[in-house]
């Protein structure tokens, strides 16, 4: 039996996992299968947690599968940006009238998509920046927050959020960025649960 992906509470025991994916209604938020958000009250207000988010900017959240994200995540998206190079950092514009022509949208920052890998996990009360890139596989430490980006599979925390380590040998990495295990078929995904989830790496090796 494999866990259905088009669930929203995949285990009805553990009612405070969400596989956010089901749960969006923002077609500019874009989430892989299996992602998962946890949250004690409701993990279904997934979208509460993503702000500053506006339509008119067109910016995108893009979260891969397979994703591990605990309770009090904060996205930041590009509306909360303003402007620095000049005499106030001030959004006069956007409250209308006769301060509407204060500044164009083009003036303010625009940093990008926000885009997190796959396999990625999130700590609790983590705050994720305009435009940040978290690559596959990373950890990202409880109450971090995340100004720069994140390459594969390393271990980041703090504010700011800075790399302390990889997680693997640099072969070891390789290999799991060419391999896109969460790209997979489910039913190989589940029949080599053993190998994704063992201490030996190796084991990843003889996968076909």
């Known amino acids: 039996m494999i866990p259905d992906k088009n669930k ?22 874009i989430i892989g299968d299996y992602t998962y958000y946890e949250d004690k009250d409701n993990p279904q207000d997934f979208e509460k947690h993503i702000t500053h988010f506006y339509d008119f900017i067109g910016d995108k959240l893009i979260i891969g599968k397979f994703c591990q994200i605990a309770s009090g995540i904060e996205i930041v998206m590009n509306g909360a940006n303003h402007k620095m190079n ?20 083009k003036d303010t920052p625009y940093k990008g998509d926000t885009v997190i890998g796959n396999d990625v996990w999130i700590g609790q ?13 990373a950890i990202i430490g ?17 504010n700011p959020c800075e790399v302390k380590k990889k997680r693997f040998s640099d072969d070891i990495i390789k ?10 078929d489910i039913e190989k995904i589940t029949k080599n649960l053993d190998a994704l989830t063992s201490n030996n790496l190796d084991l990843i090796k003889n996968i076909e």
């Open 175 to 184: 290999h799991l960025l060419k391999i896109q295990w969460w790209n997979w």
């Open 86 to 105: 000049s005499a106030t950092s001030y959004p006069f514009n956007i409250f209308g009238e006769d301060w509407q022509k204060a500044q164009s949208l």
């Open 8 to 29: 929203i509470i995949p285990n009805s025991n553990i009612p405070s996992i969400c596989y956010v994916k089901n749960v969006i209604k923002n077609l500019n938020v």
């Open 142 to 158: 409880a109450n971090s927050v995340v100004a720069k980006d994140i390459p594969p599979y390393t271990i980041a925390v703090g």
């Open 125 to 137: 009360n983590v705050t994720i920046l305009p435009g940040v890139h978290i690559g596959d596989g």
